[in-house]
């Protein structure tokens, strides 16, 4: 910037690269830093309408909000596609306009498919992952990442998508780690045993749907008022050696400090 001292930027620094209507966005080795100034998506990469966007090798870091924010608001249902692989996604959504998440994703009646795949999701302010809003009208394939110091947990998701993979992910280091799943499951769903990491789960299972916890799974329920309420089937597949475990929120004896109160 000319100004004869070497400077360090603050988060915000910049605002945005918006992929909008029709837009594409194709993108690899490629290091994005403070961004996600003021702006209508508060985010350093935001996408909108019938949009898409790949990223491999991609650094997400220090945004003032969100690194990623998948945004439909149109006045009829919109569909966007994000794909993330071998990407680092850290230390966003912590200032000014935090906590945010690393990645997140809004729809009203919209459609949103999100392929993360490969990457590290760390020390965001809000979730790792979040997805909000409309429940069972989003396609979901998180698999094989790794996740780390999220303020808020690992992945959350507060409406259930349409379809859901979550095969293969690590939560590493001590702190809050945990996949926070709510409302109705539409479709076959399986709950892997990732390492590291905890469901927390309200959930209610469909007529004709079947949901399948894996050996060694660790389930936790925030409340008195959450419940796994099954109308469909539910299959609790534990063995000797990998025990299911269903438990309070605050039973930091299994699977740690899921609700990270210390």
Do not use: C
């Amino acid at each position: 910037n000319g100004d004869g001292v070497a400077t360090t930027p603050t988060p915000g620094g910049w605002r945005s690269i918006v992929i909008e209507g029709n837009g594409r966005l194709g993108m690899g080795y490629t290091n994005l830093r403070y961004g996600g100034g003021q702006a209508n998506f508060y985010a350093t990469v935001a996408l909108t309408g019938e949009s898409t966007a790949i990223l491999d090798h991609v650094s997400i870091t220090e945004s003032s909000s969100r690194g990623i924010h998948v945004y439909l608001v149109g006045p009829t249902p919109e569909t966007a596609s994000l794909t993330v692989t071998n990407s680092t996604i850290t230390n966003n959504g912590t200032y000014p306009y935090g906590p945010r998440s690393g990645i997140e994703i809004d729809g009203r009646e919209d459609a949103i498919q999100l392929t993360v795949q490969n990457s590290v999701i760390a020390n965001n302010g809000g979730y790792g992952l979040e997805a909000r809003q409309q429940p069972n009208s989003h396609e979901l394939k998180i698999e094989n990442n790794t996740f780390e110091g999220n303020q808020r947990g690992a992945i959350g998701l507060l409406a259930m998508p349409r379809t859901l993979s979550l095969l293969n992910n690590v939560g590493s280091g001590a702190g809050n780690n945990r996949i926070e799943l709510y409302g109705t499951v539409a479709s076959d769903l399986v709950l892997p045993a990732n390492p590291g990491m905890t469901y927390q789960v309200n959930l209610i299972i469909s007529t004709g749907v079947t949901a399948t916890i894996s050996p060694g799974a660790i389930i936790k329920v925030a409340n008195g008022y959450s419940e796994v309420l099954v109308n469909g089937i539910l299959l609790v597949q534990g063995t000797a050696e990998s025990p299911v475990t269903f438990t309070s929120i605050k039973d930091d004896s299994i699977g740690g400090d899921t609700n990270g109160d210390g």
